[in-house]
Each structure stands twice: as structure tokens, then as C-alpha cells.
């Protein structure tokens, strides 16, 4: 599929929209004033002195519809207004033509909700924005409620954190092995054993350097999230040094929330959870992607439903109270009647948190060899899964409290973190909405500088794996000395909002 790009600047997000339509096809973007080839979409903006004409022209297995639209261009909105014009007419012809029709419509945007948030704040009710959602983005009335109902519980979490606040992300980058949709890690924990005590080392190291900045900032630590990878393909003994680390340099006075991803069921031990518990860790999770044994073979994970079960049930004899699982709707293998049963198998657990995550290859995973056989096998039946899915947990008691949405994911859908009242995942919705700067520290770590009080934000990358990040740890704390001089450019205006630079 070929994507022209004809006087104006929006290629990028005419290239989302075709992707969420020809997923599983390479598409070429070319900024030429004709369209050619076989199959094309042609994207045009041709302005006078008064108006600007958008035309729309799609060729697909030889049939050929196009459309037009005249825009004043005094509009205020004039860009914006052009923009979404171009993307609902691409999105009309190529509805057409492919019989698709995908729930968020034109909105190709990572975060939804926030959208919601932002209309609120511009003073519109709920109807309105429904209206909005389903007129101008051509929504549907089902995911337009999902994101208005998420915006409630996120506005309720958002609320608790100050200008001072921050979180902190402890990244332990290994797995007992590598899922076929993922791209995350570039080898298995047994060729990188070596690496986990020396990798251990640093991060202590990593931790004492961002809580001696945090003290002199004076910034109050409201969520640690241990995640990755597998944080559990540590002992027990390697984890007991974290816990204990962040325990003697940081202030947890003001803690709500400290996650631990006990992830693979294969990696949970009553060692380590001994340990998960004795450090005070409120929130944990157990990840089975899936109940059936047959898929997970299929995607390369290497435990079974029982060791699953079995992991469940030991977290709970052992007293932990809250505990997430995560599920994935699409997986190769799984079919409508398999993913109930999963389903119907997590609720009978009843744990407190399941987030539920629509299939997503990632360019470097080994599924990504064949995405048309991923994709054109499982797209149909990934939207009966979610729709079965998310009325099983109502009727459960769990309500979805945060939402977002990936790149290259099935049937352009999302992902979706579901809990029991008071049970929801604080971290989740403070590193989606960025909503206070997020400290990241180990291997392929983030940290997000939010402006206190403002808008605007910095990163600061660590390196990616694990050996990059030993071999060039002195390079990392270099970049950590970025942190306090964000906070000392913004001291001064930091109760402006939407201070500094934007």
C-alpha cells in the first residue's frame, strides 16, 4: 500500500490511520502530487488566497472512491480542523471499501482518555463529549463510554499526587524466556545469568545516587514499581538488597503504593515471596497471559496453567491482599471459547486487579515474521473477546480505572486495567497520564522530568541492556545529574501552570 502526501504536513497521522486498516502491510509514504500503483491512498491539500480544497482519493483492488472538502482558512482551528477533515474522509472511503469499522474511529492517539479530561476542563459535560467522540472521531458509543467512565477513576487518582510528587521504577531487565510478541529482551535469563549479581550491584549504587538528589529536591516518593522483564528471576537474596537499599535511602512516610511484577509463574517462589513480603510490598502481580497451555507453547512461555494456579494460591496462603494478573485477547492459538474459559478461570480467582491487553507485535518479535497470518487469524475475534470480556467484569465488580493503546495492535484496540473499589494500580495511571515525574532506574529505564506544576516534560534514557548498562554505568549517573538541574531551571515559576518552556 502506497500513502501520497500531497501540500500538507499531516503524514503522520495518515499513516497511523492506514496502518490500523492494512496492519499487516508495509505502507510506503510518498510526497508527490499524483497518485499511481495499484493500491494507494492519496491525501491532497491544494490552498487559495480564501479556502484550502481536501481531497481524499483510495484505490484498492481496483476499485476507486474519492472525496472533497473545502476549508475557510481563516478558521481559527484551521490546522487541527484539516487534519481530522482528511483522516474521516480517509477513514469513510477506506470503512467502504474494507467493511471495517474500527471502535475508536479515527482517534489513533495512545491516550484516549485524556482527551476526556481535556473537555472537561474546557467546561463540556459528559453528553457533549459523547457527542464529540462519536460525530467529529467517529467512536463508538461503547469505547466512548469506556474512555469516560476510565477518565472518572483516573481523575480520583490524579487527585492524590502533589507538585512535589514523584515515583520511582526499578527496571530488571530478564526473563526465563522471550514471548514470541515481545521485544523486549534480547536473550534469555540463562545466557545472562552472569550479569544479574554485577547488574544488582550497580542498581543499589544507581538508587543511593536518585535518593540523594530526591532528599536534596525535597520531592515526596509516592509509588515504587518493580517491572521489566521478570523481577522474580532474581533470588530472593537479590531481591532482599533492593528492598533493603530503598529502604534505608528513601523516605516511604508518604508511600501509597509499592508493586512488585512477580510475573512468570515459573519464577515464584515461597523464598521470594517471603521476601516480596517482609519488605512491605502492598501490590503484586501474577501474569499468566493466558489458561491455556496449548497457546502458551504457542508464544514461547515456558510455564503451565497449573504452576499458575499453584503461584496464586501461594501468594494467598502467604497473605498478600492485592494482586493484578494480566491477560492478553488475540494470542496465536487462542480462540473465542479458550479465552473464555480463561476468563471464567481468572474470576474464579478473584484477584483484585486484571488488566487486559489487546495483542500487540512489536517490530523485533519473532511474531512479527508473520503478521499477516497473526493478524488475519485473530483480528475478527479479538473484539467479541474484549466485549465478553469486559462485561464478565462488571458483573464481577472490577471497573476499569486506566486505559491505553499501542501501535500495530489488533482490530485498533486497547488495554485495559480493571479492579475491585480502592484496589487500583496507582503507578498504572500516574506513568500513562504522566501526571509527576517518574525516577527510572536499571537497564532500559526511562525517567520522565514532569514540570512542577507545568506541562512540560524531559527524559532522561539509561541504555537499553543489561551489558550497556554496566559496561557505561559512569555515563549513567552522568545523565542523572540532569535531574536537579530540571528542578533548579523550573523553581522559580514552578506554581505557574504550564510554566517554562512548552
Same mark, same amino acid.
Given at each position: 500500500?502506497t500513502?501520497?502526501?500531497?501540500g ?6 495518515m499513516e ?10 508495509k505502507i510506503e509514504?510518498?510526497?508527490?502530487q499524483?497518485?499511481s500503483?495499484?493500491?494507494y491512498?492519496?491525501t491532497g491539500?491544494?490552498r487559495?488566497?480564501?479556502t484550502t480544497?481536501l481531497s481524499?482519493?483510495?484505490r484498492?483492488d481496483?476499485r *476507486?472512491h ?7 482558512n481563516?478558521? !481559527?482551528? $484551521? ?5 481530522? /477533515? &482528511?483522516?474521516r474522509m480517509?477513514y469513510r472511503?477506506?470503512s467502504k471499501?474494507?467493511?471495517t469499522?474500527l ?7 495512545i ?7 481535556s473537555f472537561?476542563?474546557?467546561g463540556k459535560d459528559?453528553r457533549?463529549i459523547?457527542?464529540?467522540?462519536q460525530?467529529?472521531y467517529?467512536a463508538s458509543?461503547?469505547?466512548t463510554?469506556?474512555a469516560i467512565?476510565?477518565?472518572y477513576q483516573?481523575?480520583?487518582i490524579i487527585?492524590r499526587?502533589?507538585?512535589d510528587s514523584?515515583?520511582?521504577y526499578v527496571?530488571?531487565p530478564f526473563?526465563p524466556s522471550?514471548?514470541?510478541y515481545c521485544?523486549? *529482551? ?7 545469568k552472569?550479569?544479574? !549479581?554485577? $547488574?544488582?550491584?550497580h542498581?543499589?549504587? /544507581? &538508587?543511593?545516587?536518585?535518593a540523594d538528589?530526591v532528599?536534596q529536591?525535597?520531592l515526596?516518593l509516592?509509588?515504587v514499581?518493580?517491572?521489566?522483564g521478570t523481577?522474580t528471576?532474581?533470588t ?10 530503598i529502604k534505608e ?6 508511600l ?6 512477580a ?7 515461597p523464598e521470594k515471596l ?5 519488605a512491605?510490598?502492598t501490590r503484586i502481580s501474577i ?7 496449548s497457546v502458551l507453547?504457542?508464544?514461547g512461555?515456558?510455564h ?6 499453584e503461584?496464586?494460591?501461594l501468594?494467598?496462603k502467604m ?6 494478573m ?6 496465536p492459538g ?5 479465552f473464555v ?6 474470576l474464579?480467582?478473584?484477584?483484585e486487579?486484571?488488566?487486559?491487553h489487546?495483542?500487540s507485535?512489536?517490530?523485533a518479535?519473532?511474531?512479527a515474521?508473520?503478521?499477516d497470518w ?5 483480528h475478527?475475534?479479538?473484539a467479541a ?7 464478565r ?7 476499569p480505572?486506566?486505559?491505553?493503546r ?5 482490530g485498533?484496540?486497547e488495554n485495559v486495567?480493571?479492579?475491585k473499589p480502592?484496589k487500583e494500580g ?9 501526571t509527576?515525574s517518574?525516577l527510572?532506574v536499571g537497564?532500559?529505564?526511562?525517567t520522565?522530568?514532569?514540570q ?18 554496566l559496561?557505561r554505568?559512569d555515563?549513567?549517573l552522568?545523565?542523572?545529574g540532569q ?8 523553581k522559580?515559576d514552578s506554581?505557574r501552570p ?5
Amino acid at each position: 500500500m502506497t500513502l501520497f502526501i500531497d501540500g500538507h504536513t499531516y503524514h503522520y497521522e495518515m499513516e497511523c490511520l492506514c496502518r490500523m486498516f492494512f496492519f499487516y502491510q508495509k505502507i510506503e509514504v510518498v510526497h508527490a502530487q499524483a497518485p499511481s500503483g495499484e493500491n494507494y491512498v492519496y491525501t491532497g491539500a491544494a490552498r487559495t488566497e480564501e479556502t484550502t480544497r481536501l481531497s481524499v482519493q483510495v484505490r484498492l483492488d481496483e476499485r *476507486v472512491h474519492d472525496e472533497q472538502a473545502q476549508v475557510q482558512n481563516a478558521r !481559527e482551528d $484551521y490546522d487541527s480542523f484539516c487534519e481530522k /477533515e &482528511l483522516a474521516r474522509m480517509v477513514y469513510r472511503i477506506l470503512s467502504k471499501l474494507t467493511g471495517t469499522h474500527l471502535g475508536w474511529g479515527i482517534l489513533t492517539g495512545i491516550r484516549p482518555v485524556r482527551l476526556v479530561h481535556s473537555f472537561w476542563e474546557q467546561g463540556k459535560d459528559d453528553r457533549e463529549i459523547q457527542q464529540i467522540f462519536q460525530r467529529d472521531y467517529y467512536a463508538s458509543p461503547q469505547k466512548t463510554q469506556l474512555a469516560i467512565t476510565t477518565a472518572y477513576q483516573e481523575k480520583q487518582i490524579i487527585s492524590r499526587s502533589g507538585r512535589d510528587s514523584f515515583s520511582l521504577y526499578v527496571s530488571i531487565p530478564f526473563c526465563p524466556s522471550r514471548c514470541r510478541y515481545c521485544s523486549f *529482551v534480547s536473550h534469555s535469563v540463562e545466557k545472562t545469568k552472569k550479569l544479574m !549479581e554485577p $547488574y544488582v550491584d550497580h542498581l543499589c549504587r /544507581e &538508587l543511593r545516587l536518585v535518593a540523594d538528589q530526591v532528599k536534596q529536591l525535597g520531592l515526596r516518593l509516592e509509588t515504587v514499581y518493580f517491572g521489566g522483564g521478570t523481577p522474580t528471576t532474581l533470588t530472593a537474596q537479590q531481591l532482599e538488597r533492593l528492598f533493603d537499599t530503598i529502604k534505608e535511602q528513601f523516605d516511604l512516610s508518604h508511600l501509597q503504593e509499592y508493586t512488585v511484577e512477580a510475573g512468570r509463574p515459573d519464577t515464584i517462589t515461597p523464598e521470594k515471596l517471603q521476601a516480596i513480603k517482609a519488605a512491605g510490598i502492598t501490590r503484586i502481580s501474577i501474569n499468566p497471559q493466558t489458561l491455556s497451555d496449548s497457546v502458551l507453547q504457542e508464544i514461547g512461555r515456558r510455564h503451565t496453567t497449573q504452576q499458575t494456579l499453584e503461584a496464586f494460591a501461594l501468594a494467598r496462603k502467604m497473605g498478600f491482599d492485592n494482586i493484578n494478573m494480566d491477560l492478553i485477547a488475540g494470542l496465536p492459538g487462542d480462540t473465542y471459547e479458550s479465552f473464555v474459559q480463561t476468563i471464567e478461570g481468572v474470576l474464579k480467582l478473584d484477584p483484585e486487579n486484571v488488566t487486559l491487553h489487546t495483542l500487540s507485535v512489536k517490530r523485533a518479535a519473532d511474531l512479527a515474521r508473520q503478521p499477516d497470518w497473526v493478524y488475519r487469524q485473530q483480528h475478527e475475534t479479538v473484539a467479541a473477546m474484549l466485549e465478553y470480556a469486559y462485561q464478565r467484569f462488571e458483573e464481577q465488580g472490577l471497573r476499569p480505572y486506566y486505559l491505553y493503546r499501542q501501535k500495530n495492535t489488533m482490530g485498533n484496540m486497547e488495554n485495559v486495567g480493571f479492579c475491585k473499589p480502592g484496589k487500583e494500580g496507582l503507578y498504572n495511571v500516574y506513568i500513562m497520564d504522566e501526571t509527576h515525574s517518574i525516577l527510572a532506574v536499571g537497564a532500559g529505564g526511562v525517567t520522565k522530568l514532569r514540570q512542577p506544576g507545568g506541562t512540560y516534560l524531559q527524559r532522561i534514557f539509561n541504555f537499553k541492556y543489561p551489558y550497556e548498562y554496566l559496561s557505561r554505568f559512569d555515563d549513567i549517573l552522568t545523565r542523572k545529574g540532569q535531574v536537579p538541574e530540571f528542578y533548579e531551571r523550573y523553581k522559580d515559576d514552578s506554581d505557574r501552570p504550564g510554566g517554562g518552556d512548552q
